[in-house]
């Protein structure tokens, strides 16, 4: 959700704080929602991140390209969506706490 901050940061604020009201606020705003569905996440057992279920930074090139071909799905994203971010989000996601 840092990708997607920057398109309505209140709206990622308010669901943060509907998840966590008790949340430790983040030094960085961006990484508010972050924080707190990661720590649901981890709370529930669910993998950390995608490296978690086999994933390595060796398979992002590949994984962009696949995700790439799924523009009815990224067409409904809040922000424009290119190779690069999708590479970033992935990279950043294989591991998140």
Avoid: C
Wanted: glycine content about 8%; hydrophobic content about 40%.
């Amino acid at each position: 959700f840092r990708f997607t901050f920057p398109t309505d940061p209140a709206r990622h604020l308010r669901a943060a704080e509907l998840i966590d009201p008790g949340a430790v606020r983040q030094a960085d705003p961006r990484d508010q929602l972050s924080h707190v569905l990661s720590s649901l996440m981890r709370d529930i057992g669910i993998p950390n991140g995608i490296g978690a279920v086999g994933y390595r930074a060796a398979d992002i090139d590949q994984l962009v390209d696949g995700t790439m071909k799924q523009q009815r799905l990224l067409n409904v994203a809040p922000r424009q969506v290119g190779p690069r971010d999708i590479a970033t989000v992935l990279g950043e996601s294989l591991s998140n706490w």
